[in-house]
C-alpha cells in the first residue's frame, strides 16, 4: 500500500464561541468528546480544533474532511452539526474507521446530523 493510501481523515472539531461552550451546552464534555476522537481514531487520521465555522446554530459543528487519495477521487468534507451526545460521536468515529468520505457510505442514522457547508469553498479554506 502506498503512503498516501494509508493517511486518512482529518477531522476539524469546531471549538469557540459556541462550539465547546460550557455556557451554551453545560452537560457536554467537550474536553473529552477531542480526546475520544484521538484515542479512538487509528493512527494515519487526524483530529484538530479550529475557531468558529460560523454556523453557531449547529453547534457542535464537526467536518469530516476525506483521506487525500479519496479527496483526488473527489471527496468532499462531510459537515456535523449538534454533535452533542456519545451516540453520534460514536456513529461518526465507526464511520470514519470504516474510510469516511469517499471510502464508505454515510450511515443512514448519521445523514440526520449533516449540514450543509456555511459557504460554497469554505471546507477547503479549514
Ligand atoms: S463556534 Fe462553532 S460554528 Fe461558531
Not at 481514531?41 to 467536518?63: E, F, I, K, W, Y
Not at 483526488?72 to 462531510?78: K, M, N, S
Amino acid at each position: 500500500m502506498a503512503d498516501s493510501e494509508k493517511q486518512g481523515c482529518t477531522l476539524t472539531v469546531c471549538r469557540d464561541c459556541c462550539c465547546g461552550s460550557l455556557t451554551k451546552h453545560p452537560g457536554v464534555d467537550h474536553a473529552a468528546q477531542i480526546e475520544r476522537l484521538r484515542e479512538a481514531l487509528p493512527a494515519g487520521h487526524r483530529v484538530r480544533t479550529s475557531l468558529c465555522l460560523d454556523v453557531c446554530a449547529q453547534s457542535n459543528v464537526l467536518v469530516v474532511h476525506p483521506a487525500p487519495e479519496a479527496r483526488r477521487r473527489g471527496a468532499r468534507p462531510v459537515w456535523f452539526g449538534l454533535v452533542l451526545d456519545d451516540t453520534v460521536l460514536g456513529d461518526i468515529v465507526d464511520w470514519v474507521r470504516d474510510g469516511g468520505p469517499g471510502r464508505a457510505a454515510l450511515p443512514d442514522i448519521l445523514e440526520l446530523s449533516v449540514i450543509p457547508a456555511p459557504r460554497p469553498g469554505r471546507p477547503e479554506k479549514l
